[in-house]
């Protein structure tokens, strides 16, 4: 296993603006650091049990039709260039004027958790990495728990990044929008390519 490769994909994927960070974010400036924390530890539960509900089902169509890997595999790396060509396509900030959904009145740790089974970037992704990294080269259950608990504290890196510097990250990526998409999206292509090398 090309380990570079797996850890690149996974904090691309996780660290770059998506539903779940743009959640977050907006919490974070709008209602506080307590309350973006709250749907942080949701939205990380989801995403642990999502990607063992992968590892669980991937081992299962594994064994019964040993090609389904390689498909996994083709659509992980198609999905990894398919996100790199979305991130290059993006020059300016994505919202503008208007203002991301925020959490107000709701439980923000139940939010973060319902809503990680609708936001189709975290679905992707965890249907995707631990067939395309993990199963190819280890199939025992201590390895796919490593790996599922190691993925999901990316997860959680990732997320309270969002938390922890969301006011800072957002100007960032604002001022240097077009470089770090240049960046990202050499990184995903190079993820994608490792993997057939």
């Not at 490769?5 to 603006?17: A, N, R």
């Amino acid at each position: 296993m090309s380990m570079l490769s797996f850890i690149l994909y996974c904090f691309i994927v996780t660290f770059t603006p998506g539903p779940s960070n743009i959640l977050i974010l907006s919490i974070a400036n709008k209602e506080g650091t307590a309350q973006a924390l709250r749907y942080t530890y949701g939205a990380t539960v989801a995403f642990g049990l999502l990607l063992a509900a992968s590892a669980t089902l991937n081992s299962v169509l594994a064994a019964i039709l040993p090609r389904i890997m390689l498909g996994m595999q083709i659509v992980g790396s198609l999905y990894m260039l398919y996100l790199a060509y979305q991130i290059s396509r993006k020059s300016k900030p994505a919202s503008g004027n208007k203002e991301a959904p925020t959490t107000a009145g709701l439980d923000t740790f139940r939010s973060g958790f319902i809503t990680q089974f609708v936001n189709p970037k975290v679905i992707m992704f965890t249907m995707t990495v631990i067939p395309t990294f993990i199963m190819p080269y280890y199939s025992a259950v201590p390895a796919l728990l490593a790996g599922v608990f190691g993925i999901t504290l990316i997860g959680f890196l990732a997320y309270t990044t969002w938390v922890m510097f969301g006011t800072i990250f957002k100007t960032f990526l604002q001022r240097n929008q077009r470089i770090t998409n240049l960046v990202m999206t050499a990184f995903l292509v190079y993820a994608a390519v490792m993997m057939w090398v």
